[in-house]
């Protein structure tokens, strides 16, 4: 038998998926597992965009142009351009999903062994998409003393060589909750003009940004236009994340036209999830004003009550619904498995995400797991309730080492 | 500014999809094109799968398994159970179309600059597929005067290096119509043990088999079962070709786990197109036959036609939709665009996909163009008045020296 694939060997398994398993498992002995580890949300999608399949009009499922259906191609610069991004319909590829959006855009500007440099933790299916495309990413590494913001220039000026081709960055950022201040823009659009660098933005996140902090998108900065590519996906927006629709969006019209080439190999992206996504347009203020002060009161619970727990201690996240939470226990990844394997509180356990898997740089992370409050209040507190009495029960609690941690930075 | 990536240079520009603005040129013009360039059916999808949307009972578009809908999976198992291709659930992983799943086959075996041998001309996504993973492909010309039938092996023989690392056929065949006989899938089952290589089948036609020839699944070859992955989509089954429903089948239980790494990377296969995919499984038998003898219909009447016509000349195909048609022509490329571009008949022209892009092996298919049967008689009947006349005008015709080849041929 030949062997297969070297890549495909050092493909990573996913982190966040990796302890579905055990999920499955756990529930099949009959115990309520609530789902922190996944940016699934509960929020309802748009009621009128699901309303526009069921009186869908249409004898043959067809495929769309390989860019995407022009009319929601244009509906979706109207989109931008409301939150004062100012293009054109020509400036966008839709793509199924933010992965192919990423994976396009590295495949486009990026040759084998090119590096791209990325603050983490990072979301971590940049691994895989670096690994698919033989392109390497350069960590820099930010740190939760200072809820993650982005690390100083210098750090990025040392790690950048004759290979670096790209900054690339998550705002607001999955996992850690950051949002880019105006300032570090600035610092990012210095560095890549200087340094002759592509800046890649992930801002699928766009919509989620609290306690009156502005999203500052790549879009916008100045002299950079044909160095930015915007990744953007529907999936968290509208709480449409199985339709599979994002998009490339771009000043470059050769960057465009590159990965348009690759979006004619797999010929369209999903047509029934770009009608979804373009009746999702017309989504009334009033959808992202609920949802926007339901992630509010998450966030204000989760923080509160996760700081509240000996031992443990997460930022307070101005954007996204993730947060990087610190934990009293040796192995993170460890812990996040006996959780659905062997414990068990009132008939409750929590999934988390393993940190480490968010890292690049080996050994980070082991204390951390990312936490999505993508749940309800409700199911919020009872799974919090269950991470206290865990945190306690785990044999491999470390609180003395954690406590001195906490007096070392109290300091 | 950065150069773009060397890989996103050699991306090819799909030749089917390349002569789209001309088309759409010609119709702002208001000239009626009569699309053969492209395998998308007019055939209705079977109204109750789509009638599933329009009763969609969910509040919340939310991810699938990575592999797919485990309930869409076992379903589809059934489905090929009932072909006489015994797998289960667990060997199948549900994608984003064929395209993914090609994708996703070639990561999980080849490493960059191993060798896949496929029989030109192919569809030519395979070559942009093969850009996208650094793999090279390495073609076998089979010829229009057998129909393209499979080459003789001995040539399979002498392509072989110390690279390659699998064959891959589509079967039956995009481009060229043919349905590979038992013996020469005996033949490549023969070849892949001696060799030590991995089989791909795009079995993506699989329902089309005409004049009671049996379609031979390369699942049904005995003592290659670890070394065979099938390729397979619902888009031309059912004219769904825009749902982006594909799957990769294979018994060996590693390729599995490894192209589900990738799957985990891109989160899930569009979860709309599976619920259509799935309906689509209790499509009845009446469907099939009615949609088969439309095509053959079809077929008959596009060979027929097109060989009365002087100097041209097309096999007789008994699957898939598609027939390569040699042309009295100087260069396919240039006629197809010319079509377009300054032809027109009763206010009527033809797209058709020039076959040069089909090949790997350069200078080949230069006078020959792949037709799609997939509009209605009628139209295709007007479609063939229209190339009729283009043949005697098109001041590229080379009709003498085609008469001299026609007579070559009949001795």
């Known amino acids: 038998m030949p062997k297969l ?25 009959g115990t309520t597992v609530y789902h922190l580890n996944i940016g699934q949300p509960d929020i309802k999608t748009p009621e009128h965009a699901i309303d526009e399949l069921r009186k ?18 244009r509906g979706l610069a109207g989109y931008y351009q409301e939150r004062g991004i100012q293009i054109d319909f020509n ?62 220039i210098e750090d990025f000026e040392k790690k950048i060589t004759s290979r670096t081709k790209a900054i690339m960055i998550c705002n607001p950022n999955n996992p850690t909750g950051y949002l880019y201040s105006k300032e570090e823009m600035e610092a990012l659009r210095k560095i890549i003009i200087k340094h002759d660098l592509f800046l890649f933005a992930d801002e699928v996140y766009r919509e989620f940004a609290y306690d009156g902090h502005e999203h500052h998108s790549v879009m916008n900065l100045e002299g950079v236009e044909d160095r930015v590519v915007m990744v953007d996906s529907v999936s968290k927006r509208y709480s449409e994340c199985g339709i599979r629709i994002g998009a490339i969006v771009t000043r470059n019209d050769d960057i465009i036209a590159t990965a348009l080439k ?5 010929l369209s992206p999903p047509g029934l999830g770009q009608i979804v996504a373009e009746a999702s347009l017309h989504t009334p203020k009033e959808y992202f004003d609920e949802v926007y ?56 356990t929590v999934m988390l995400a393993p940190a480490s898997g968010f890292y690049a740089t080996p050994g980070l992370g082991k204390q951390e797991a990312r936490l ?16 206290e009495v865990a945190f306690k029960q785990y044999p491999g609690r470390t609180l003395e080492q954690k406590e001195t941690y906490q007096q070392e930075n109290s300091k």
């Open 91 to 152: 400036n966008i590829m839709v793509t199924t999903g933010g992965s192919e959006a990423i994976m396009f855009t590295f495949l486009s500007t990026l040759n084998p062994g090119d590096e791209v440099i990325i603050p983490e933790p990072f979301y971590t299916n940049y691994n895989g998409f670096a690994v698919t495309t033989g392109v390497n990413v350069v960590p820099i590494t930010s740190n939760i003393k200072d809820g993650f913001a982005l690390p100083p």
């Open 262 to 266: 690759y979006g004619q190999a797999r």
């Open 293 to 348: 002060n339901e992630y509010i009161d998450r966030r204000n619970l989760v923080v509160e009550r996760l700081n509240n727990i000996e031992g443990v201690y997460t930022p307070k996240p101005t954007g996204a619904f993730y947060t990087v939470v610190s934990m009293p226990v040796d192995d993170a990844e460890k812990f996040c498995q006996w959780l659905l394997d062997e414990f068990e509180y009132e008939g409750q």
């Open 372 to 387: 999505a409050y993508v749940l309800n209040k409700e199911s919020l507190e009872k799974a919090i309730d269950a991470l």
């Open 5 to 29: 694939s070297e890549r495909g060997r050092q493909m990573p398994a996913s982190p966040i998926r990796r302890l579905v398993p055990y999920a499955e498992a756990a529930k099949k002995r």
């Open 56 to 73: 869908l009009d249409k004898e043959v499922l067809e495929y769309s142009h390989s860019a995407g259906y022009e009319s929601y191609r």
